[in-house]
């Protein structure tokens, strides 16, 4: 702990501001979604537990805007899907992995009364692809490409899930796209609304894999999650990365603290509690940060 404080102190130095806390800037998500959860979580254990530290969520469109913060020195963690890998719009090097922390689900959800019931109908119909910015959208875009959906095969909107939940439950849109770890809150809230109806997309993982790499996975989703029938679908992994220039002392004390703290973390969504130090070195593409990949060694994982 004192390497942590002295490391510090010489970041703090380094900013000409000597007595004033070190930041950390978490890049999230949207409130109703996974990311946003699990920073506040992170932050709050971060602020209690790290002398000298004050960390804070920032709510993003996600993923790939994540990339771009982290990237840009915006952001000092963030969390991305893996398929918006290798960062984009950012040095090289300029973004490092802590953790592969779980798997995204994507969720293509609709009114269990409307006519949606395959990805082939989403033809001509209005659809919310996910915000710009989001790995939602970069995820549903390929899906849509090699289902052969995409350009104008559908009406494309680009909306947050926040603004999708509202346009489909006002009947603007027929459908939306949602990536995110089980369960998705907005989703579970909406099923207690409104008969809702999951599309299975777990034929067209393989596409993916062939058309955009290994990165996809199919993934269940059960009727214990929402209430709905049980589907397959498309995932692929999570990652919480850093900036690449931050004291090794501080991110080992992330890491630790982001292992260590699993159950407080899964308290506050059960995606979290799904890490663990064996599988949280599973970054490919993206290399740990030193101070990450000292940690693991040390745990032995």
């Known amino acids: 702990m004192m390497l942590l404080v002295s490391a510090l102190a010489g970041l703090a130095a380094c900013r000409d501001k000597p007595t004033e806390p070190v930041l950390i800037r978490i ?4 409130p109703t979604a996974v990311y946003h959860a699990f920073g506040q979580s992170l932050a709050a254990i971060l602020n209690r537990e790290l002398p000298g530290v004050q960390a804070s969520v920032v709510v993003t469109a996600a993923s790939a805007q994540n990339v771009r913060l982290v990237g840009s020195g915006e952001a000092e963690l963030g969390f991305t899907q893996a398929d918006v890998l290798p960062p984009r719009n950012s040095k090289p090097g300029a973004v490092l992995a802590v953790a592969r922390v779980y798997d995204d689900l994507l969720h293509l959800v609709t009114t269990a009364g409307g006519p949606v019931r395959t990805l082939a109908d989403l033809r001509g119909r209005r659809v919310s692809v996910g915000a710009d910015g989001s790995g939602t959208e970069i995820t549903a875009t390929r899906l849509l490409e090699v289902a052969q959906l ?3 095969q559908v009406d494309q909107e680009h909306l947050g899930l926040d603004g999708s939940l509202a346009a489909l439950r006002a009947g603007r849109i027929d459908a939306f796209f949602f990536s995110g770890g089980l369960p998705v809150r907005g989703v579970a809230e909406l099923a207690d609304s409104t008969a809702i109806r999951l599309i299975d997309l777990g034929e067209w993982t393989e596409p993916l ?7 996809y996975v199919t993934r269940d989703i059960p009727r214990s999650v929402y ?3 049980p589907v397959s679908t498309v995932a692929n992994p999570n990652y919480l990365i850093v900036r690449a220039d931050l004291p090794e002392p501080l991110v080992r004390e992330v890491t630790r603290l982001l292992m260590e ?6 308290a506050t969504h059960p995606a979290a509690g799904r890490m663990s130090p064996r599988s949280a070195i599973a970054t490919t593409p993206l290399p740990l940060h030193p101070g990450a990949a000292a940690w693991y060694r040390s745990a032995k994982p």
């Open 27 to 30: 890049a999230t998500g949207s």
């Open 150 to 152: 995409g350009g104008d």
């Open 209 to 215: 894999r062939h058309g955009y790499g290994q990165v």
């Open 227 to 229: 209430g709905t029938d």
């Open 261 to 266: 703290r699993r159950e407080e973390l899964a």
